[in-house]
Antibody, heavy 120, light 107 residues
Framework: EMKLVESGGGLVKPGGSLRLSCVGSGYSFSDYSMNWVRQVPGKGLEWVSF????????YYADSVKGRFTISRDNAKNSLSLQMNNLRAEDTALYYCTKTAVIGSAGDDPWGQGTLVTVSS | EIVLTQSPATLSLSPGERASLSCRASQSVTIFLAWYQQKPGQAPRLLIY???NRATGVPGRFSATGTGTDFTLTISSLEPEDFAVYYC?????????FGGGTKVEIK
């Protein structure tokens, strides 16, 4: 069974930093691109960042560009999101996702999410 | 940025009825569109990838069509577990974007 497990969420003050992690299991982690997607509780989904299987291609939403950094360690089946200069509007549940089929549009599975709260 | 517009925002139907959900893109996404189902307290679940391909384990009552800018997700006969929020997502160009969602509720 493919599984993604996120960690690292918590309460942080505006301007602070947080590092989210995601560990994949049940599949060949290094073969698939990965994403971070966030959701304010009760609201819609917002794509945050993408990293290709090798880490060569990286993209960000404009709302986080210059503040967030995505990375991966294929030897450890691990994905990370370094979040700096956090703002109140970054408060959300952050999901780690895997591209379902190489080269396709669609992510499966999704992790259970880790909650980030930015508040003074 | 490609904007995805989902309609209707809410669909009120009874079990057994047919549901048709629309996702319209502000510019062509060719076939690089996915559909997800999300139930309260759960992560989204992939239903359809590349516009019309059912994901593993997705029941046959879910089907999807479309290419370019107009896409439709159809649930042929609603089961009680299908009442949820449905999102479309494009990955034709960066940034990837989601539609605002359609809530399918019990009438």
């Amino acid at each position: 069974e493919m599984k993604l497990v996120e960690s690292g969420g918590g309460l942080v003050k505006p301007g602070g930093s947080l590092r989210l992690s995601c560990v994949g299991s049940g599949y060949s982690f290094s073969d698939y691109s990965m994403n971070w997607v966030r959701q304010v509780p009760g609201k819609g989904l917002e794509w945050v960042s993408f990293i290709s299987s090798s880490g060569s291609y990286i993209y960000y939403a404009d709302s986080v560009k210059g503040r967030f950094t995505i990375s991966r360690d294929n030897a450890k089946n691990s994905l990370s999101l370094q979040m700096n200069n956090l703002r109140a509007e970054d408060t959300a549940l952050y999901y780690c996702t895997k591209t379902a089929v190489i080269g396709s549009a669609g992510d499966d599975p999704w992790g259970q999410g880790t909650l980030v709260t930015v508040s003074s | 940025e490609i904007v995805l517009t989902q309609s209707p925002a809410t669909l009120s139907l009874s079990p057994g009825e047919r549901a048709s959900l629309s996702c319209r893109a502000s510019q062509s996404v060719t076939i690089f569109l996915a559909w997800y189902q999300q139930k309260p307290g759960q992560a989204p679940r992939l239903l359809i990838y590349d516009a019309s391909n059912r994901a593993t384990g997705v029941p046959g009552r879910f089907s999807a069509t479309g290419t370019g800018t107009d896409f439709t997700l159809t649930i042929s006969s609603l089961e009680p577990e299908d009442f949820a929020v449905y999102y479309c997502q494009q990955r034709s160009s960066w940034p990837s974007t989601f539609g605002g969602g359609t809530k399918v509720e019990i009438k």
